[in-house]
């Protein structure tokens, strides 16, 4: 009979892993598909803001992206950049 309980309840805690497991999946592919589901609407609300804005120089981009601070048209043409 020892060996019964022993089976029983190793068949009980592999029934529970599994159900966790199954349970588990949906909750991942949800999480993945919400969060692109984000990012397309972050994505669509960019190109949305910047075609509302005036266009960037290539010049003024690299000089955010290099981590310069940003200075209006004005402030440069006065400093003799």
Do not use: C, Y
Not at 1 to 28: F, H, S
Not at 51 to 77: D, H, K, S
Request: aromatic share 6%; hydrophobic share 45%.
């Amino acid at each position: 009979m020892a060996g019964t309980d022993v089976n029983q309840a190793a068949l009980k805690q592999a029934i529970k892993e599994a159900l966790a497991e199954t349970l588990q999946k949906p909750r991942e592919l949800l999480h993945e598909v919400f969060a692109e589901v984000l990012e397309d609407f972050a994505v669509a609300e960019a190109i949305s803001e910047g075609q509302e804005t005036n266009i960037a120089t290539r010049e003024e981009v690299f000089r955010i992206l290099q981590g310069e601070a940003w200075r209006p048209p004005f402030a440069r043409a006065s400093l003799g950049t």
